[in-house]
């Protein structure tokens, strides 16, 4: 049992990079692509996570912490030593098993969906990659592994988006993910360096226990938190940059399903849930008031979306701002609970659909559709079980998650009062949206009459490889899965295992928020939460009839009803604008700087650097001048002088002795006139 | 009159103008060489005179007997000189031996 946890892990790691090794050298060798053996692999890694979470819950967590590397002596912070291991604690265990069980369901469903795709091997190499990265971000005991790791998944996720680069539209959606994904990386980085100058660990737990000494504390800990949640708000997709995700869509569904909204989308809220207990409580605010916001926009969004896969990429959004907004009220626990649930129903909601647009062959906007329920009857069972799920319909995990959330939402707004009651006015809302608009999406595509009879006609039920795992997923969405009881999720093994932890900074307030003691804050939710089942039955209840009322019997008509309030419904149509602000703010701006710069360049620093050139030839043009005519001159004056000096001196030198003689007498002459007779 | 000194030493004085102004204004190789003879001459007079009056005995005299076998000695080599020039040039006239000049 132990080697379950010390060794196990790394083995569990190293798997998918296995596959992703062996897939990318020798896959194109192996029988069918090798897509059996990244799929084999995939599920015998299911099995040791199932085994490594069984472990955990009998022997505890457990950290393998080893020297990694050290960078001697400073005489600024001392001796640097930079550790590295993994941790096995409840939020990774649980993780593991989450990870390893979509991507192996998602492996499974894949080998069917892309048979035909000439990337095949490929494919499943860059899902092997990804996992292995993802995991590898959930073991890591250490904030730089978990960056060096978050940077890899999100290499992964720009792969698999941009998997069909010939066409242009994966290509521009693989470059935004990344793109936008890099604002919020900036943040988480100086968000760890906040964190490593002012602790100088970088392990979670020297982290931990740094902020209980007091090291970082005040502004400077609200700071490193928000910082790091601007990683998570890129990696989740939170407002204000949650516009990769929609487009993100461009990659192949069960990617969507697994990458961009099971998994790689809830790091952000993991990464927020594992530095829970140090944030600071006016971070804890910005976190909940960012998911408040980024839940309620982007349901406002699904509601009109026609693109069955925009319409899923919205409610990720949604779900995840949930989430976030779940652990900024403090519900920890909660938020990570509806992460889990989350992930199941949302990766079998996104498979489902995969399976209709294989059904309907490569059909998307659910204006096409319709009347798919005879057709594709395994798959409207698995899609109407997860649509419960999301819409909090009881009897589903959705309901004991969401509804926990809600309560944890109730109790934050008793607590703090004031303004804060919008957080769980809007928090009901949009359960209410969500139910509506998921009904919306499963009335349209799967019931009524089918609107393009030709494609109805061709369409079929998806194979096997495909309606198993949906099967399952939705098998999982099942509330026996975490708890026996169908109203109550406390007593389940989940929240027993992922227990609310004491946040460290208990007692302490912010400007609008109170960190409450566990106990007190348990006491709050408790009160809370009748209220909000009730609350939420009733209008998860409202949301669904309103969608059938409006779709199904149509005692309303839809059509008038958008024409009467055409801003609002173009509003939310075109997403609210962001993407076309984003193209005037960030876009335009650049580019219009740019072109700033280059006419700096152009004309001032070219000018500036001409100017010079030109002063400098004048210069030398003078110097020149005075180099020839005085310089030259006077040399020339000298020579000259020498030479006319020469032209009279040669006249005595005629070498004739006679002639020498002739001067020498003159000369004592001379001489002797000087001296005697002057 | 007596003849004194100052007699000597003008008669010496003319002989030395005279072969200097050979030795300068003559081309000929050979006339120049007789007026260095004149200065010679006009030399020994100088120093026997000196020596008879200067109470000296004879060592002017000696010193006069000196010169002369120098002279004698000089001319050998020099109208020797004058004969390669004759050879050399066809001409003893000492202006034209100037192909060095060049």
């Known amino acids: ?678 | 009159m007596e003849i004194g000194l100052n007699h000597y030493l003008v008669l010496s004085a003319i002989l030395f103008g005279l072969g200097l102004f050979a030795m300068i204004t003559r081309r000929n190789a050979i006339l120049v060489l007789m007026g260095i003879e004149l200065i010679l001459n006009a030399a020994n007079i100088n120093l026997v005179a000196f020596s008879h009056f200067g109470g000296m005995g004879v060592d002017g005299q000696v010193l006069t007997i000196f010169v002369m076998i120098l002279a004698v000695a000089e001319a050998a080599v020099a109208l020797g000189i004058v004969l390669n020039l004759y050879n050399n040039f066809a001409t003893v006239d000492v202006d034209e031996a100037n192909t060095m000049k060049d």
């Open chain 1, 1 to 678: 049992m132990e080697f379950a946890l010390h060794k196990l892990p790394l083995v569990v790691l190293l798997i998918p990079m296995f596959s992703f090794l062996v897939l990318s050298f020798f896959g194109k060798k192996l029988p069918r692509g090798g897509d059996w053996f990244g799929t084999t692999l995939l599920f015998i890694n299911l099995g040791f996570s199932v085994f490594i979470l069984y472990s955990l819950t009998q022997l505890g967590k457990y950290e393998l912490n080893v020297e990694w590397f050290n960078l001697g002596e400073n005489k600024i912070l001392g001796l640097q030593t930079f550790y590295a291991g993994f941790q096995i604690d409840a939020l990774t265990g649980v993780m593991l098993v989450v990870v390893n069980a979509i991507s192996a369901f998602v492996h499974l469903f894949s080998v069917k969906y892309m048979e035909n795709d000439t990337k095949y091997t490929r494919y499943f190499a860059f899902l092997g990659l990804f996992t292995f990265s993802m995991l590898g971000l959930i073991l890591g005991n250490s904030i730089v592994l978990m960056y060096v790791f978050w940077e890899l998944v999100g290499v992964s996720s720009y792969l698999l988006i941009g998997f069909w680069y010939e066409k242009p539209a994966p290509q521009e959606a693989a470059k935004k993910a990344f793109i936008v994904n890099r604002v919020g990386d900036a943040g988480f980085l100086l968000g760890i360096l906040i964190i490593f100058l002012t602790i100088g660990s970088f392990t979670f737990n020297g982290i931990f226990e740094g902020v209980e000494a007091g090291k970082l504390s005040g502004g400077m800990l609200t700071a490193a938190g928000i910082l790091l949640f601007c990683g998570a708000v890129g990696k989740s997709a939170q407002f204000p940059l949650h516009v990769w995700l929609p487009d993100a869509m461009e990659g192949p569904t069960p990617v969507s399903a697994l990458i961009h909204a099971a998994t790689m989308v809830a790091a952000g809220v993991y990464l927020v849930a594992r530095v829970f207990v140090m944030l600071s409580a006016d971070a804890l605010t910005v976190i909940t008031y960012i998911g408040v916001i980024t839940a309620f926009i982007s349901a406002t969004i699904a509601i009109t979306q026609n693109d069955i896969k925009k319409v899923l990429a919205y409610s990720t959004i949604s779900q995840l701002g949930y989430m976030i907004m779940a652990i900024g009220v403090g519900a920890y626990s909660f938020g990570f609970f509806h992460l889990v649930t989350h992930a199941f129903f949302k990766a079998c909601l996104f498979l489902t659909a995969g399976s209709v647009i294989y059904g309907m062959h490569h059909v998307q906007d659910i204006r096409e559709m319709g009347g798919l329920r005879k057709k594709m009857p395994i798959t409207f069972y698995t899609f109407l079980m997860a649509t419960l799920a999301i819409s909090g319909v009881p009897l589903t995990s959705g309901f004991l998650s969401k509804d926990s959330i809600l309560a944890a939402t109730l109790a934050f707004g008793s607590i703090n009062g004031g303004f804060n009651y919008i957080v769980p006015i809007l928090a009901f809302l949009i359960a209410g949206m969500t139910a509506f608009y998921m009904f919306r999406l499963l009335i349209l595509t799967f019931l009524g009459e089918p609107k393009n009879k030709e494609k109805y006609d061709h369409c079929h039920e998806s194979p096997k490889q495909m309606t198993i795992p949906l099967m399952i997923l939705a098998a999982l969405s099942f509330f026996g899965v975490f708890s026996f009881n169908p109203f109550d999720a406390s007593g389940g093994w989940f929240l027993k295992l992922v227990k609310m932890p004491e946040h460290l900074l208990a007692g302490t307030s912010g400007l609008f928020y109170h960190i409450l003691p566990l106990e007190e804050y348990m006491e709050h939710i408790h009160h809370a939460h009748m209220t909000a089942m009730v609350l939420s039955l009733v209008i998860s209840g409202l949301g669904i009839l309103t969608a059938f009322t409006f779709y199904y019997w149509k005692k309303v008509d839809v059509e008038k009803l958008t024409e009467s309030i055409k801003p609002l419904y173009n509003f939310s149509l075109n997403k609210w604008y962001f993407d076309e602000l984003y193209d005037i703010i960030a876009i335009k701006s650049t580019m219009g700087l740019s072109r700033m710069s280059a006419w700096f360049d152009g004309k001032v620093v070219d000018g500036a650097v001409n100017g010079a050139a030109s002063v400098t030839r004048s210069f030398s043009k003078f110097n020149g001048l005075f180099d020839n005519i005085v310089v030259d001159g006077l040399v020339n004056l000298t020579g000259g002088m020498v030479g006319a000096f020469g032209l009279i001196f040669r006249k005595f030198q005629t070498g004739k002795i006679q002639t020498y003689i002739a001067f020498l007498v003159f000369g004592i002459l001379v001489m002797y006139f000087i001296f005697r007779v002057l």
